[in-house]
């Protein structure tokens, strides 16, 4: 059977493909390629070239129409010619079986979707035992609706196995079905087998959480590279792993936090991203468990993403598809450092220049009124640390007062 999980980064060349639609504009577009491209960075990958096609949707067998996937093979054919060898097309959606065979062969190159790319990411960022059972797990749900590709050279010996007809299937299609059931078969029990042993770590880390007295949960989530390993860092004076690349945090990181006497736990989670199917979540459910049982959500945003509106819709929506939609929440907006004014921040007031602005005019904005006891930091440049500290305590002391109403405290109760 195919090797899926990428143990090694080496550096290929890529395209990046994606669609117009009515659905999703130009613009749109172009910020998913984006995201797409720093996708394609973080695995290892440099992005040589874009192409995107205005249409109605994706083509059932192709994806792309035939003049531009003709246009796309010209590239890389000409690429080639000038000893620059095209590693791989990305596509910006996922792709069923039948369009990732059609679409290689007629580039032959490597074909992959963004569900695959992240798994590449998340295979190599995975470090725990529970983290790589998620990430093969992931990747075998992936797969199995992928086999019959797996299964093309039958298709160049006499006309494909298990297509059910056709004069070349003749003396074929007998042995590539067997094969074909096999390897599914041999995926569906390993899925049971990943999945008894992710109970199984479940059930240690329900024993862990239940000696971890009585002390308030907070998890840090939000959108993937938003900085909440950097905040996590600046508040339990941790090391946990803190880059400029999607996913640089896979495993969930606890860690014993103490402002002014008052103990809680502080949980740096997954990020979240864009167009992520179904069965991928299920897969990290159990990683989002420090969510699920947290008793204040800190939605970390990076507010110097161009489409950091979105990108909270998106962290909203996941929490309302694992149930957690009604927890407590506070907002923190992150890298106000980085951060490009626009028009529409405020009313009455006369748009600042990055040199002269100050949390005050932050306050003032639209995105203040998002939530009750908005925060607006650069835990890079450790602005306005202190007041985040110090609305956590307060915060973390209602809910602590609350859930331990007869709990002998350490701090001043005012």
């Not at 093979?73 to 996922?94: L, N, P, S």
């Not at 479940?202 to 239940?210: D, F, G, S």
């Not at 306005?384 to 331990?404: A, G, S």
Request: aromatic residues 6%; glycine residues 6%; proline residues 3%.
């Amino acid at each position: 059977m195919k090797e899926f999980v990428i143990s090694e980064v080496k550096t290929e060349t890529a395209i990046l493909v994606g669609l117009i639609t009515q659905e999703q504009d130009e613009a749109k577009t172009k910020e998913y390629l984006d995201e797409l491209e720093f996708l394609a960075d973080t695995a290892g990958a440099v992005t040589v070239k874009r192409f995107t096609q205005k249409v109605g949707g994706p083509n059932n067998t192709t994806y792309v129409g035939k003049g531009k996937l003709e246009e796309i093979k010209q590239y890389i054919h000409d690429e080639e010619d000038a000893d620059r060898e095209i590693g791989m097309v990305i596509f910006d959606d996922e792709l069923t079986a039948k369009q990732i065979r059609n679409i290689e062969n007629e580039l032959k190159v490597k074909i992959l979707d963004r569900t695959s790319l992240i798994l590449d990411i998340f295979a190599m960022r995975a470090q725990t035992a529970a983290a790589k059972t998620q990430v093969e797990l992931a990747q075998y749900r992936y797969m199995l609706p992928r086999l019959q590709r797996l299964w093309t050279h039958l298709e160049r010996q006499g006309g494909g196995s298990g297509s059910g007809g056709g004069k070349g299937s003749v003396g074929l299609r007998g042995p590539g079905e067997t094969q074909l059931e096999m390897d599914r078969r041999i995926i569906l029990q390993r899925m049971s087998l990943l999945k008894q042993r992710l109970a199984d770590i479940e059930k240690q880390k329900n024993t862990q959480r239940k000696n971890r007295g009585r002390m308030i949960r907070v998890a840090l989530v939000g959108y993937t590279n938003v900085g909440k390993s950097t905040i996590m860092n600046l508040l339990a004076k941790s090391e946990v792993f803190a880059e400029n690349k999607l996913f640089a945090t896979l495993d969930t990181t606890v860690r014993k936090v103490v402002i002014d006497n008052l103990p809680f736990l502080l949980a740096d989670t997954v990020g979240f991203i864009r167009k992520l199917p179904t069965d991928l979540v299920d897969s990290f459910k159990s990683t989002l468990d420090e969510v699920r049982e947290a008793d204040l959500l800190v939605h970390v945003v990076d507010i110097s993403h161009p489409d950091f509106e979105e990108q909270i819709k998106v962290v909203e929506n996941t929490l309302k598809d694992l149930g957690c939609a009604d927890k407590p929440s506070m907002i923190i907006f992150n890298k106000i450092d980085a951060y490009t004014w626009v028009e529409k921040d405020a009313d009455d007031l006369t748009p600042p220049t990055k040199d002269n602005r100050t949390l005050d005019d932050l306050k003032k904005t639209w995105m203040a009124k998002l939530s009750d006891g908005c925060l607006f930091i650069s835990a890079r440049q450790k602005t306005n640390i202190e007041e985040m500290r110090e609305t956590l305590y307060k915060r973390v002391r209602e809910l602590h007062v609350q859930k331990y109403p007869y709990n002998d405290f350490l701090y001043p109760i005012e």
